[in-house]
């Protein structure tokens, strides 16, 4: 088992200087450079330029300042924001709670209703319920997240009121951040109506970045209990004379989820991803919306240090899928 | 009295008005405690036969009979539910490849403890240690050595023999008065086969459990058998009780099978083989069954399916021209 996440940690490296490196050149691509941005369209006098340039290092050949910025991530230093100054790894630290507490909530949305909806669909294949099923998860699928957010926005929000259109938490409510994530800052301090209203903010942009991951999680149950379904030992289980609820639950679904956990991990890093649309549409105060306002000032060490640090979340919960595979299958574990 | 009665047991697959019979009008008596050969080819219904009396039978596939009597209790009037009940208790199966048939994710124990719970006794019902203890008792009643430790083994941890002991060991969990075996020693070793064998035996006689053989294999219910069935294409072509038919079989198809077994045949230089297939499931004759393979086939046989004709002590046989007269 140790050697197995051993093996997995050091594929880390080779993925570290590719992200790295990636995420330099593409940031370095874009047209204009920070200077440019800061000067805006009236123009810098070029001696200013020149000096801004030298003092943020970018004047310097770019594989030294590729060579410079990697010295020190190793160091552990992802540098300074150029807008706000203050320390990449801090900020990202400040915003990280709020896309994990949408994120998990998208997920725990995708599999609440995407796990039954494929079971159901593979128990009854060929009826009404299971094309339902499959018509509505290709649907969500081929949805341009963006498009299917504003739909939501325009129907729930703007024709009925129920919900709020963006934000984290409606601006009367001031809590006080200790953990970063709203539901349980606002139960912490005691305020129901927040903690209803951080509820009621949550509500659209689960469902808008949830629905892509819903999808594949149910179409990827579906035939996984179709194929768990005529295995031997199902009959068997019937053969005992379980019940029909435990031998679908209990044996086919127990082992239609192996496969299903691994897509749940690769969801992950596609979840992150959607993220930054949601969270733009929805002005979602998390990292996502950080990144996307990072590029648009060319803040190189924003830019450079969030994909960093959004990368090796992924690995990390990859690695942990890997490891929780072994726990769920246990011709992995014994193997 | 016999324990169980099955009459004119048909299962049908394709649409209602073009039905496909996979079983085809059977028959078939189990006294207590009595082990039935059902013998037949491949396709030829005979595992079909023991599902639908399990009540296993999916979609689209449809039973339907003019009886079907266990312990004089009509199983076709049961719902859903209370025939669920039956199966793993009074009834149990197992299955040719026992390996596959054993759930991956949970350990022997288990597996063994869900059937305990469902057909144990009361006490055992009730009591979690009661179950560990009936658990461990059954494993070592099937000759698996180390018990206790084996509970908690997975199924991966255990070779094909062992896997069909500890099927065995779930299906007597409930006590039952009938055991399903369908190719129960196919997928195995041929010495760990005479072990399941003999064990299967053993536990007949122990618990007065009748058996219904499911098999390929001649040889097997000769040794182990008190009566064959021998199943074609759906149909029952012959009946009789085991020395009887092996000495002088009275269908041509019953001949063939025997003329295919090298210990049946010493001293003759080939076996003979049955030319051609079992006919598919949509392309059976009009006539007798066996009549474009049958050697002994005359113009009747194509155009008119026999009946099958009694001769008293167990014998029966469907042939318009049976090689011993009745």
Known sequence: MWRFVLRRAALVVPTFIGVTLLAFALIHLIPGDPVENISGERGMEPARRTRLLHEFGLDRPLPVQYGSYVAHVLRGDLGHSLTTHVGVAQEFGTLFPATVELAFFAMLFALVVGVPAGVIAAVRRNTAADYAVMGVSLAGYSMPIFWWALLLILFFSVQLGWTPVSGRIAVEYDVPAVTGFMLIDTLMAGDLAAFRSALSHLILPTIALGTIPLAVIARMTRSAMLEVLREDYVRAARAKGLSRMRVIVVHALRNALIPVVTVVGLQVGLLLSGAILTETIFSWPGVGNWLIHGVQARDYPVVQGGILLIAGIVIAVNLIVDVLYGVINPRIRHG | ?326
């Open chain 2, 1 to 326: 009295m016999a324990l169980v009665e099955i009459r004119g047991l048909h299962v049908d697959f394709g649409s209602p008005a073009r039905p496909l019979p996979a079983v085809d009008g059977v028959d078939l008596d189990i006294g207590a405690g009595e082990i039935v050969g059902l013998v037949g080819e491949s396709g030829s219904g005979k595992s079909m036969t023991g599902l639908a009396l399990m009540g296993l039978v999916d979609a689209p596939g449809r039973v339907r009979a003019e009886r079907v009597a266990f312990d004089d209790q009509d199983l076709l009037a049961l719902s859903m539910r209370e025939r669920a009940k039956l199966a793993g208790g009074r009834i149990a199966m197992i299955f040719q490849d026992p390996q596959a048939s054993l759930d991956p994710c949970y350990t022997v124990g288990f597996q063994l403890d869900e059937a305990i719970r469902l057909h144990g006794s009361a006490a055992e019902r009730a009591n979690p240690t009661a179950r560990r203890e009936r658990a461990v008792s059954l494993l070592r009643e099937v000759d698996i050595p180390d018990p206790p430790q084996r509970l908690h083994a997975y199924p991966h941890q255990l070779s094909g023999g062992m896997a069909q002991r500890v099927m065995i060991a779930i299906a007597v969990a409930g006590r039952p008065r009938l055991l399903i075996a369908d190719e129960p020693t196919t997928a195995l070793d041929v010495t760990v086969q005479a072990q399941v064998l003999a064990l299967l035996a053993r536990l007949r006689r122990e618990h007065d459990m009748a058996m219904l053989l499911i098999t390929h294999d001649l040889p097997v219910v000769a040794e182990t058998a008190d009566r064959v069935v021998v199943m074609y294409a759906g149909q029952v072509m012959e009946t009789g009780d085991v020395p009887a038919i092996f000495e002088a079989p009275g269908h041509p198809y019953t001949q063939a099978l025997l003329d295919s077994i090298p210990e049946h045949n010493e001293g003759r230089a080939r076996l003979r083989t049955i030319a051609g297939v079992v006919p598919g499931i949509d392309d059976r004759p009009t006539g007798c069954l066996l009549a474009p393979r049958c050697e002994r086939a005359e113009p009747i046989c194509s155009s008119e399916r026999p009946l099958l004709r009694g001769g008293g002590a167990h014998r029966a046989v469907r042939c318009h021209f049976p090689l011993l007269k009745p």
